[in-house]
Nanobody, 128 residues
Framework: VQLQASGGGLVQAGGSLRLSCVAS????????MSWFRQAPGKEREFVAG????????AYANSVKGRFTITKDSAENTVTLQMNSLKAEDTAVYYC??????????????????????WGQGTQVTVSS
């Protein structure tokens, strides 16, 4: 399974960006696709996740009400719409997916060690 992330860039505080992650592979059967981020000098943290089949979502408290994660009907692309961006949103954003069976309920999506597939990361920089 390969994950290809795109859409990062430089934006002023209060602006918007949209990130996309496309999954490919013959046997892509992940339960969840999620976004994590890592700022310089900080640990990687969960941002948002969505179940591929029924679209149940989860968000970090820091992005609730500002970010929206969606999936396409083919279930292999997720989009993260980021609005009202703040300087503290500056980070490298990674998309991630689990192997079948590694995440079975939405409450598990927050844990980085549950994910087996990672994209290459895309830089988001928010200037204040």
């Amino acid at each position: 399974v390969q994950l290809q992330a795109s859409g990062g860039g430089l934006v002023q505080a209060g602006g918007s960006l949209r990130l996309s992650c496309v999954a490919s592979g013959r046997t892509f059967r992940s339960y969840v696709m999620s976004w994590f981020r890592q700022a310089p000098g900080k640990e990687r943290e969960f941002v948002a996740g969505i179940t591929r089949k029924d679209g149940v979502t989860a968000y970090a408290n820091s992005v609730k009400g500002r970010f929206t994660i969606t999936k396409d009907s083919a279930e292999n692309t997720v989009t993260l719409q980021m609005n009202s961006l703040k300087a503290e949103d500056t980070a490298v954003y990674y998309c991630a997916a689990d192997q079948p069976g590694r995440i079975t309920i939405i409450q598990q999506v927050y844990h980085m060690d549950r994910y087996d597939y990672w994209g290459q990361g895309t830089q988001v920089t928010v200037s204040s």
